[in-house]
């Protein structure tokens, strides 16, 4: 059971060391300025080696093999997110890329969002062909841009995966699919091995490398996968339980974008607005701010799963979900509301500068 997470964080790592040795020949490092907030140039490969330990793990034990179209989806995102930290894709081609990829990869493997569960009391909300397409590509490329999004600080990113795809295992051995579970332990393991070092682990003042969005489009479309594969199955898991095991990329993008549309900012441009930026500006250090929302993921993962053990009606943790997504919104906004004026405040404080004879 666990032979595969010790594979895959141990050949993760291996490919790390390589890969990270060699990142500046391979041109990709990121470089500071801008929206980011590293001071040095930083290997830009945690997502290429990842996906090398995954690889690994799937070859080996095949029982544990996600599917041909998953597996071609997950490497022809890795190579546009590796062109991307490369050279730069404009944000709407990329949209179109994760969206195009993803849509195929799961259609052709058959894993389409049909049914969303019992939304409505005694009510369940079931899609057509079209629909579920439609309706699965928006979904997907919703968790695959909010994986991006977080990926902002040390340690962040990776640490609300590895917490969703927990809980999915969980979920995934609750409901008796062994080898699904496997499979998604093999994701965990690739994941931590990158966690080691991106991590600000004690004794590290800052990441060693980053994953980039080669491995932001992986993990995001990796999760969403798991979650389709684990709702659409009969006594499978609910898909609002799935959608509170993603909670954080999904509602921390909905909270942003709600903040860009009231300053008449593009929606998807990149920028310094998310929860971690709030935190860290308000003097929360990187190390507590990362393991701070890992642990707002991994509770809003267990109120989910915590709901469905309890036999909660869809339609109840669909209520729950909601009110709390709306409760996280709120705060957020209010919270950068307040940071902006107590910044006026100190800002009219200071002495103004005046003009010395000389």
């Given at each position: 059971?666990?032979?595969?997470?010790?594979?895959?964080?141990?050949?993760?790592?291996?490919?790390?060391?390589?890969?990270?040795?060699?990142?500046?020949?391979?041109?990709?490092?990121?470089?500071?300025?801008g929206?980011?907030?590293?001071?040095s140039p930083?290997?830009?490969?945690?997502?290429?080696?990842?996906?090398?330990g995954?690889?690994?793990s799937?070859?080996?034990?095949?029982?544990?093999h996600?599917g041909?179209?998953?597996?071609?989806?997950?490497?022809?995102?890795?190579?546009?997110?590796?062109?991307?930290?490369?050279?730069?894709?404009?944000?709407?081609?990329?949209?179109?890329?994760?969206?195009?990829?993803?849509?195929?990869?799961?259609?052709?493997?058959?894993?389409?969002?049909?049914?969303?569960?019992?939304?409505?009391?005694?009510y369940?909300?079931?899609?057509?062909?079209?629909?579920?397409?439609?309706?699965?590509v928006?979904?997907?490329?919703g968790?695959?841009?909010?994986?991006?999004?977080?990926?902002?600080?040390?340690?962040l990113?990776?640490?609300?995966?590895?917490?969703?795809?927990?809980?999915?295992a969980?979920?995934?051995w609750?409901?008796?699919?062994?080898?699904?579970?496997s499979?998604?332990?093999?994701?965990?393991?690739?994941i931590?091995?990158?966690?080691?070092?991106?991590?600000r682990?004690?004794?590290?003042?800052r990441?060693?490398?980053?994953?980039?969005?080669?491995?932001s489009?992986?993990?995001?479309?990796?999760?969403?996968?798991?979650?389709?594969?684990?709702?659409?199955?009969?006594?499978?898991l609910?898909?609002?339980?799935?959608l509170?095991?993603?909670?954080?990329?999904?509602?921390?993008?909905?909270?942003?974008?709600?903040?860009?549309k009231?300053?008449g900012?593009?929606?998807?441009?990149?920028?310094?607005?998310?929860?971690?930026?709030?935190?860290?500006?308000?003097?929360?250090?990187?190390?507590?701010?990362?393991?701070?929302?890992?642990?707002?993921?991994?509770?809003?993962?267990g109120?989910?799963?915590t709901?469905?053990?309890?036999?909660?009606?869809?339609?109840?943790?669909?209520?729950?979900?909601?009110?709390?997504?709306?409760?996280?919104?709120?705060?957020?906004?209010?919270?950068?509301k307040?940071h902006?004026?107590?910044?006026?405040?100190?800002s009219?404080m200071?002495p103004?500068?005046?003009?010395?004879?000389?």
């Amino acid at each position: 059971m666990f032979e595969p997470v010790l594979a895959s964080a141990a050949t993760t790592s291996l490919a790390l060391l390589f890969l990270e040795k060699n990142a500046p020949r391979l041109g990709l490092q990121e470089k500071p300025g801008g929206h980011r907030t590293h001071l040095s140039p930083t290997p830009v490969v945690g997502g290429i080696g990842m996906a090398i330990g995954m690889l690994i793990s799937w070859l080996y034990w095949q029982r544990l093999h996600p599917g041909g179209w998953i597996v071609a989806g997950t490497f022809a995102l890795l190579f546009t997110g590796l062109f991307d930290d490369r050279f730069g894709i404009g944000a709407r081609t990329k949209f179109l890329l994760q969206s195009a990829i993803a849509g195929l990869a799961l259609a052709f493997d058959g894993s389409l969002l049909h049914t969303l569960g019992e939304l409505l009391p005694e009510y369940e909300l079931r899609l057509g062909f079209v629909g579920a397409l439609a309706f699965t590509v928006f979904a997907v490329a919703g968790v695959i841009n909010g994986m991006n999004m977080l990926d902002g600080l040390d340690g962040l990113a990776g640490s609300i995966a590895l917490a969703a795809v927990g809980w999915f295992a969980f979920s995934a051995w609750w409901i008796g699919d062994l080898v699904a579970m496997s499979t998604q332990l093999s994701i965990a393991g690739a994941i931590a091995g990158f966690l080691l070092f991106n991590a600000r682990l004690p004794g590290r003042t800052r990441a060693r490398l980053f994953m980039g969005d080669a491995g932001s489009m992986v993990l995001g479309f990796l999760l969403a996968w798991i979650a389709i594969d684990l709702s659409q199955r009969p006594n499978g898991l609910p898909p609002v339980v799935a959608l509170w095991i993603c909670a954080m990329p999904i509602v921390d993008t909905v909270a942003v974008m709600a903040k860009r549309k009231r300053k008449g900012r593009a929606l998807m441009s990149a920028g310094r607005d998310h929860l971690h930026h709030l935190l860290v500006n308000s003097g929360l250090s990187v190390r507590a701010t990362a393991a701070f929302e890992a642990l707002l993921g991994a509770l809003a993962g267990g109120a989910g799963v915590t709901m469905w053990l309890l036999a909660f009606d869809d339609w109840q943790i669909f209520a729950a979900f909601l009110v709390g997504s709306g409760a996280y919104v709120h705060v957020f906004l209010v919270g950068w509301k307040t940071h902006r004026a107590r910044e006026a405040l100190a800002s009219s404080m200071r002495p103004a500068a005046t003009d010395l004879p000389l």
